[in-house]
T-cell receptor, first 112, second 113 residues
Framework: SQQGEEDPQALSIQEGENATMNCSYK?????LQWYRQNSGRGLVHLIL?????REKHSGRLRVTLDTSKKSSSLLITASRAADTASYFC????????????FGKGTKLSVIP | DGGITQSPKYLFRKEGQNVTLSCEQN?????MYWYRQDPGQGLRLIYY???????QKGDIAEGYSVSREKKESFPLTVTSAQKNPTAFYLC????????????FGNGTRLTVT
């Protein structure tokens, strides 16, 4: 079952521009996580935001969470070609669940 | 260096054969997971284990089996009962804490013909 859905499915920007990806989820959450996947590789954890947080920063990453709208956004500022990857949001499927459920991802292309 | 090792990176099998994918971690994590990824899709959970000698089915467990005899190892067997086994398989591990992120291996790409 799909807990998160990212939007857009694909995004192409010029190097130096900002990239914004959105995620919507269905059930209540303890936290929401964002991961990056380079082509043909495993996922790498980027940032975790807890349900009682509204915004979190890590380097060039900024994540927001709106629990009333069941949505989150990931902003990558001053993008680089190396940011080209797929980005996934993930959350646990309900209280007490150990199943981390992923969306289908946003494929980001940063053009040099 | 601590991490998760999946082997092999590429695996080819004939239809009707069982195949086992290896996953080993030296992060001292209690929890381990197997996900399947199809082209352009998200990850779907096959099986997960929160502790040695215990595991639970995920969303798409049919046609798969696992074992968890050691903390470090969580092998996945793709049986001949799995109708569409060709996919990218990802293993992950984490602490038994819902606020702990997952650490992933680099995957095994299985092709069944």
């Amino acid at each position: 079952s799909q807990q998160g859905e990212e939007d857009p499915q694909a995004l192409s920007i010029q190097e130096g521009e900002n990239a914004t990806m959105n995620c919507s989820y269905k059930t209540s959450i303890n936290n929401l996580q964002w991961y990056r996947q380079n082509s043909g590789r495993g996922l790498v954890h980027l940032i975790l935001i807890r349900s009682n947080e509204r915004e979190k920063h890590s380097g060039r990453l900024r994540v927001t969470l709106d629990t009333s709208k069941k949505s989150s956004s990931l902003l990558i500022t001053a993008s680089r070609a190396a940011d080209t990857a797929s980005y996934f949001c993930a959350s646990y499927s309900g209280a007490g669940s150990y199943q981390l459920t992923f969306g289908k991802g946003t494929k980001l292309s940063v053009i040099p | 260096d601590g991490g998760i090792t999946q082997s092999p990176k590429y695996l080819f099998r004939k239809e009707g054969q069982n195949v086992t994918l290896s996953c080993e971690q030296n992060l001292n994590h209690d929890a381990m997971y197997w996900y399947r990824q199809d082209p352009g899709q998200g990850l779907r959970l096959i099986y997960y284990s929160q502790i040695v000698n215990d595991f639970q089915k995920g969303d798409i467990a049919e046609g798969y089996s696992v074992s968890r005899e050691k903390k470090e190892s969580f092998p996945l067997t793709v049986t001949s009962a799995q109708k569409n086994p060709t996919a990218f398989y990802l293993c992950a591990s984490s602490l038994r804490n819902p606020n702990s992120p997952l650490h992933f291996g680099n995957g095994t790409r299985l092709t069944v013909t």
